[in-house]
């Protein structure tokens, strides 16, 4: 059998699929269909310092290859999460990250100096949320506001800190860099992007808030033309994610200078997609005469 162990920040993953925020809540339901056990990671769902309740109306919309969700991170609070999802989600021979999100600086540092002290692996910083105090721009569309948040988060986060990046940055290049630079240990990339979808028979849009995130196979060449691009210009890691449905998938990330990646829509079509993938990256190393997963890993 091929070696799929990888590692990013010290961290070692039995292998690279980690179940990306947002697709996987806190491994309970799946947990119930295969042993969440053999994947190399969980992604928590996005967490807040308070609990949400979401956004109104429709949440899900399917689309050509992929699907759109404007769900507004609905979940626990981290206060709840701490208390009575770790407990849960450290019965798992599995690496557990925690991804927060946050509409204020404040959030942003009271919420990871309370994860930080967590029983958690490593902090995932989504920083695609709306700045409140701002005007609504999300704290990932310019470089200096984002480097902004992950130097303060920085300061009180003891734990690897993962920032993922959003593809609506006005350049992801320059946004890695500056994340890099206040701090981060490593990045994730991509989140969804922004687009829309219109109800013609009621001549509305189908969400509420007009703007949705899209995910999904449709958007994979993008995300893994944009993976490499970053990969070649900063020194920390990388976890690639953005449409991976397969083995193949996970692999080109991988190449083009992944250290892991994350599963997310597919999750949603294939409920066992993360063993599924697990099982065929070893088969197709094994083809392809990979001795280890970390050999491949920016071969390009």
């Given at each position: 059998?091929?070696?799929?162990?990888?590692?990013?920040n010290?961290?070692?993953?039995?292998?690279?699929?980690?179940?990306?925020s947002g697709?996987?809540?806190?491994?309970e339901?799946y947990?119930?269909?295969?042993?969440?056990?053999?994947?190399?990671?969980?992604?928590?769902?996005?967490l807040?310092l308070k609990?949400?309740?979401?956004?109104?109306?429709?949440?899900?919309?399917?689309?050509?290859?992929?699907m759109?969700?404007?769900?507004?991170?609905q979940?626990p609070?981290i206060?709840?999460?701490?208390?009575?999802?770790?407990?849960?989600m450290?019965?798992w021979?599995t690496?557990?990250i925690a991804n927060?999100?946050g509409?204020?600086?404040?959030?942003y540092?009271?919420?990871?100096?309370?994860?930080?002290?967590?029983?958690?692996?490593m902090?995932e910083?989504?920083?695609?949320?709306?700045?409140?105090?701002s005007?609504?721009?999300?704290?990932?569309?310019k470089?200096?506001?984002?480097?902004?948040?992950?130097?303060?988060?920085?300061?009180?986060?003891?734990k690897?800190?993962?920032?993922?990046?959003?593809p609506?940055a006005?350049?992801?290049?320059e946004?890695?860099?500056?994340?890099e630079?206040a701090g981060?240990?490593?990045?994730?990339l991509?989140?969804?992007?922004?687009?829309?979808a219109?109800?013609?028979?009621?001549?509305?849009p189908?969400?509420?808030?007009?703007?949705?995130?899209?995910?999904?196979?449709?958007?994979?060449p993008?995300?893994?033309?944009?993976?490499?691009?970053?990969?070649?210009?900063?020194?920390i890691?990388?976890?690639?994610?953005?449409?991976i449905?397969?083995?193949?998938?996970?692999?080109?990330?991988?190449m083009?200078?992944?250290?892991?990646?994350?599963?997310?829509?597919?999750?949603?079509?294939?409920?066992?997609?993360g063993?599924?993938?697990?099982?065929?990256?070893?088969?197709?190393?094994?083809?392809?005469?990979i001795?280890?997963?970390?050999?491949i890993?920016?071969?390009?």
């Open positions: 059998m091929a070696n799929l162990q990888t590692s990013v010290g961290i070692p993953f039995k292998n690279p699929i980690i179940a990306a697709t996987f809540g806190f491994g339901e947990h119930q269909l295969f042993d969440v056990s053999c994947l190399g990671g969980i992604s928590s769902k996005g807040t609990p949400k309740d979401g956004n109104l109306g429709i949440r899900v919309y399917e689309t050509p290859s992929g759109m969700n404007s769900v507004g991170l979940n609070g206060e709840a999460f701490i208390e009575h999802y770790i407990p849960v450290r019965q021979d690496v557990l927060m999100g509409h204020s600086m404040d959030d540092v009271t919420g990871a100096s309370m994860l930080s002290e967590a029983d958690i692996d902090l910083l989504n920083i695609s949320c709306p700045n409140v105090k005007g609504g721009m999300a704290f990932g569309i470089a200096e506001v984002a480097a902004e948040v992950v130097a303060a988060v920085r300061k009180v986060c003891h690897p800190l993962i920032v993922k990046l959003s609506n006005e350049n992801i290049v946004m890695a860099k500056a994340c630079g981060a240990d490593s990045l994730s991509i989140n969804t992007f922004q687009a829309m219109i109800d013609i028979h009621r001549r509305k189908i969400f509420n808030n007009v703007y949705a995130g899209l995910s999904g196979a449709a958007i994979r993008i995300a893994l033309r944009m993976v490499h691009s970053v990969a070649k210009a900063v020194k890691p990388v976890i690639g994610l953005g449409g449905t397969s083995a193949e998938d996970a692999l080109a990330f991988m083009a200078g992944a250290s892991a990646v994350q599963i997310g829509t597919v999750n949603f079509t294939t409920p066992d997609a063993k599924i993938i697990v099982e065929e990256l070893n088969t197709l190393c094994e083809q392809e005469h001795e280890s997963i970390q050999d890993v920016g071969i390009l």
